[in-house]
């Protein structure tokens, strides 16, 4: 694995962590909320999806 997936991966990781820590002792859920838990739930998808896409790169 590469230095640069390896990031990536690790990134994936603690942000999916984050919002499931989040979600979990979220006590009151309001508009800000639910935005916030919105945004970092794309920002973990965006890393995993980057870590998708360096693991299918072609080899040469």
Same mark, same amino acid.
């Given at each position: 694995?590469?230095?640069?997936?390896?990031?990536? /991966?690790?990134? !994936?990781?603690?942000?999916?962590? #984050?919002?499931?820590?989040?979600? %979990? +002792?979220?006590?009151?859920?309001?508009?800000?909320?639910? /935005?916030?838990? !919105?945004?970092?739930?794309?920002? #973990?998808?965006?890393?995993?999806? %980057? +870590?998708?896409?360096?693991?299918?790169?072609?080899?040469?």
């Amino acid at each position: 694995m590469n230095k640069n997936r390896k990031a990536f /991966l690790r990134n !994936a990781v603690i942000l999916t962590a #984050a919002l499931a820590v989040v979600i %979990l +002792f979220m006590e009151e859920w309001g508009t800000a909320q639910i /935005l916030i838990t !919105a945004l970092v739930a794309m920002l #973990a998808a965006g890393q995993w999806l %980057l +870590f998708a896409l360096l693991g299918t790169k072609p080899r040469k």
